[in-house]
């Protein structure tokens, strides 16, 4: 496959990894099994699977000026991306991420980013021009609004990261070519219905090319102009579970800015995101060359 032009705009952050036993309770004294500061973040990690992967990738985000900020910039500076952050006078964003050993499942203590400044927005088309594809997060409407514009005007299929439900996405999701969304955001905005029924319901509601809904290790569902369609899981033992959704994207992102059809998209994406999940932090995460010499796919 070819080496792609991706944009990523969105939010990206630090983690501060700690694999424990179990998930502490209240009033407890952990020991860290293991430690790792980690690159991330929905547009953060997504880029890096991306880049991993073969992507000529391209960042646009916030940031502060503190300590974390310069963890964050050291730590994407690994990564084979292009990273453009506009700094605001704040704190930066981070998060300790609890990992337990016995599971491989997540708990999750973040700081909000800075909110997107004027210049962050002029950039916002430079960094989208030329981009075989487009991610965004719902992580700053006005951000994602003035993205989701430039990729229009340049004619940019888009992939939208939803997260969680946010009722203030709801104004620029119309016409999205991609929704990728958590089975959560379905039961969060119609939770009276199925999933099946609540999926139907946001097809209807913003047209996109595709609606998809991840279901973690029970693989996805996804609808598009010729019906319903559903993507299988790929079988990993779980050592940590962080960033699988974003790994997820930053996979699908790249593989439809090759070529490949939805359907190879959603296997690509699927088995990458599982490979993410096998190791600890972005060591599981697979590059070209495991790409290429992989038989599950």
């Known amino acids: 496959m070819r080496s792609p032009v991706i944009a990523m705009v969105g939010m990206v952050t630090i983690d501060y990894l ?4 179990s998930h502490p309770v209240e009033g407890s004294t952990n020991a860290a099994k293991a430690h790792r500061v980690v690159a991330g973040g929905p547009a953060g990690r997504s880029a890096i699977a991306a880049g991993r ?6 960042v646009l985000g916030m940031c502060g000026n503190d300590l974390h900020a310069d963890v964050l910039r050291a730590e994407f500076g690994r990564e084979p991306l292009s990273l453009t952050l506009f700094p605001e006078d704040q704190p930066s964003q981070h998060s300790c991420v609890m990992v337990a050993d016995e599971s491989g499942s997540r708990t999750i203590i973040w700081t909000p980013q800075p909110r997107v400044n004027h210049r962050l927005l002029d950039a916002v088309d430079d960094t989208l021009r030329g981009a075989a594809a487009a991610l965004l997060d719902c992580t700053d409407p006005v951000l994602s609004r003035a993205a989701i ?4 005007k340049f004619e940019i299929p888009v992939i939208i990261d939803t997260g969680s439900y946010r009722e203030s996405s709801e104004e620029f999701l119309s016409g999205v070519d991609y929704i990728i969304a958590p089975e959560k955001f379905f039961s969060a905005r119609h939770p009276e219905e199925s999933l099946e029924d609540g999926m139907r319901k946001v097809y209807s509601d913003f047209q996109p090319a595709v609606l998809a809904a991840t279901r973690g290790e029970l693989g996805g569902i996804y609808l598009d102009a010729s019906g319903a369609h559903s993507y299988d899981p790929h079988p990993v033992t779980v050592v ?3 960033g699988a959704g974003d790994t ?11 070529g490949a059809s939805t359907e190879e998209a959603f296997r690509i994406a699927s088995w990458t995101a599982a490979r993410k999940c096998s190791a600890l932090g972005n060591d599981g995460l697979p590059d070209a060359a495991t790409f290429s010499a992989s038989r599950e796919i």
């Open 18 to 21: 700690y694999v424990l036993e």
């Open 149 to 152: 514009d430039s990729c229009r």
């Open 53 to 58: 992967l073969g992507g000529d990738v391209r």
């Open 248 to 258: 997820f994207h930053g996979a699908f992102t790249w593989a439809i800015a090759t």
């Open 240 to 242: 940590d579970s962080c």
